[in-house]
């Protein structure tokens, strides 16, 4: 009717709708033709409200087939893509892509825990393979959980010695006793006379009881877990990778067991 009398007041008494809407509509119709004519979306160009993009809703999701929680997620966003969520956004969407839950060992028996009061009062010690040829060695502190980690060739007592040395020069607290496992790298006469040159005390676990050294054993399962599972261990550059994992893990990561505290927060 337009098109035919060119009279906008005309077609718009007779249809019954407003100027607006006919130039609306006119111009759809001498963009697109007809099919402009159809009803158009009306999601907002802009969300300011809404927090997850879907390429971020994507990495939660990739990292979740790593099997992560909430938690872990939550600091692997921070480290690998300088993106920060809380844990109920997280959830959040977990529960919207119907992600299942974490598999988890069954345990028969769940051995009681114990924190130490003061920094540095127990550092827990052990050695982890990382591949041939690397060796992870790793001391954390039993009240804050700070970390100090390096790389060696092999599992002997001049690169123990080496560890201690780089364990207490970084630990932002003096040593009193260091915790070990009976492995051989640690009895070795040569690491017992320095620990005694040092005043560091010497404790090795009783045998058949790796829940005393939990704590060292569930900051190298975080490494596996987080760090290692997103590098190659035949990179060249894998001991800076790890000297900046080590930072981040103090400084920035959050803990469960600190409630949700960093190592380096505990100290305040």
């Given at each position: 009717?337009?098109?035919?009398?060119?009279?906008?007041?005309?077609?718009?008494?007779?249809?019954?709708?407003?100027?607006?809407?006919?130039?609306?509509?006119?111009?759809?119709?001498?963009?697109?033709?007809?099919?402009?004519?159809?009803?158009?979306?009306?999601?907002?160009?802009?969300?300011?409200?809404?927090?997850?993009?879907?390429?971020?809703?994507?990495?939660?999701?990739?990292?979740?087939?790593?099997?992560?929680?909430?938690?872990?997620?939550?600091?692997?966003?921070?480290?690998?893509?300088?993106?920060?969520?809380?844990?109920?956004?997280?959830?959040?969407?977990?529960?919207?892509?119907?992600?299942?839950?974490?598999?988890?060992?069954?345990?028969?028996?769940?051995?009681?825990?114990?924190?130490?009061?003061?920094?540095?009062?127990?550092?827990?010690?052990?050695?982890?393979?990382?591949?041939?040829?690397i060796y992870q060695y790793t001391a954390v502190d039993d009240c804050t959980r700070y970390k100090v980690l390096a790389l060696f060739q092999r599992r002997i007592a001049a690169n123990t010695l080496t560890f201690i040395d780089q364990a207490i020069e970084e630990m932002p607290f003096p040593i009193q006793r260091i915790q070990t496992d009976r492995g051989r790298e640690f009895f070795a006469y040569k690491v017992q006379e320095y620990?005694?040159?040092?005043?560091?005390?010497?404790?090795?676990?009783?045998?058949?009881?790796?829940?005393?050294?939990?704590?060292?054993?569930?900051?190298?399962?975080?490494?596996?877990?987080?760090?290692?599972?997103?590098?190659?261990?035949?990179?060249?550059?894998?001991?800076?990778?790890?000297?900046?994992?080590?930072?981040?893990?103090?400084?920035?990561?959050?803990?469960?067991?600190?409630?949700?505290?960093?190592?380096?927060?505990?100290?305040?």
């Amino acid at each position: 009717m337009y098109e035919t009398t060119h009279d906008a007041g005309l077609v718009c008494r007779r249809c019954g709708i407003s100027r607006p809407t006919l130039r609306k509509w006119w111009n759809r119709y001498r963009t697109d033709g007809f099919e402009g004519l159809n009803d158009a979306s009306r999601r907002p160009h802009r969300s300011p409200t809404v927090k997850v993009t879907t390429a971020e809703e994507q990495w939660i999701m990739g990292l979740r087939r790593r099997n992560l929680g909430a938690r872990r997620i939550q600091g692997e966003l921070r480290r690998e893509h300088h993106f920060n969520l809380s844990l109920a956004t997280i959830h959040k969407v977990l529960v919207k892509h119907k992600a299942k839950p974490l598999l988890k060992l069954k345990r028969k028996k769940t051995p009681r825990g114990y924190v130490r009061p003061i920094p540095g009062d127990r550092v827990q010690m052990d050695t982890m393979k990382i591949a041939p040829g690397i060796y992870q060695y790793t001391a954390v502190d039993d009240c804050t959980r700070y970390k100090v980690l390096a790389l060696f060739q092999r599992r002997i007592a001049a690169n123990t010695l080496t560890f201690i040395d780089q364990a207490i020069e970084e630990m932002p607290f003096p040593i009193q006793r260091i915790q070990t496992d009976r492995g051989r790298e640690f009895f070795a006469y040569k690491v017992q006379e320095y620990l005694m040159e040092c005043g560091v005390k010497f404790r090795p676990n009783k045998p058949r009881s790796p829940h005393l050294n939990g704590k060292v054993e569930r900051a190298q399962k975080t490494d596996l877990v987080e760090f290692y599972a997103t590098v190659d261990p035949a990179n060249p550059r894998l001991a800076r990778l790890l000297g900046e994992w080590q930072h981040f893990y103090n400084w920035f990561r959050p803990h469960g067991g600190l409630k949700g505290k960093t190592p380096h927060g505990a100290l305040l």
